[in-house]
């Protein structure tokens, strides 16, 4: 069964640090572009960073401009986990934040391509 379960999710103060990680069973992650959206109330999706395939492409990373310096992305294969640390957080980074994997290897900020879904961990940035 293809299953993506995100984790790492919490109430963090303003300028603190969370990882995520986005644990796969089913596949094996280092053949998708695995990327990591958010929903904060109200708005729209986002695409905030991905990962592409280095099997498919070069393994880049590509990230938003509100978390460049801020976010970074990465994988660890022998875990099948994608991870997403994020420093020096700010309460607009507030939202429910999904990994997902994109069959195709090269990945986009764009939802649509996107095979596989997690089910979301909620990230709260508050003092």
């Known amino acids: 069964q293809v299953q993506l379960v995100e984790s790492g999710g919490g109430l963090v103060q303003p300028g603190g640090s969370l990882k995520l990680s986005c644990a796969a069973s089913?596949?094996?992650?280092?053949?998708?572009?695995i990327g990591w959206f958010r929903q904060a109330p109200g708005k729209e999706r986002e695409g905030v960073s991905y990962?592409?395939?280095?099997?498919?492409?070069?393994?880049?990373?590509y990230y938003t401009d509100s978390v460049k310096g801020r976010f970074t992305i990465s994988r660890d294969s022998a875990k099948n986990t994608v991870y997403l640390q994020m420093n020096s957080l700010k309460p607009e980074d507030t939202a429910v934040y999904y990994c997902?994997?994109?069959?195709?290897?090269?990945?986009?900020?764009?939802?649509?391509?996107?095979?596989?879904w997690g089910q979301g961990t909620q990230v709260t940035v508050s003092s």
């Open positions: 997902a994997a994109d069959s195709s290897g090269i990945g986009t900020s764009v939802a649509t391509p996107y095979d596989y």
């Open positions: 089913g596949f094996t992650l280092d053949y998708y572009a």
């Open positions: 990962i592409s395939s280095s099997y498919v492409t070069d393994g880049s990373t």
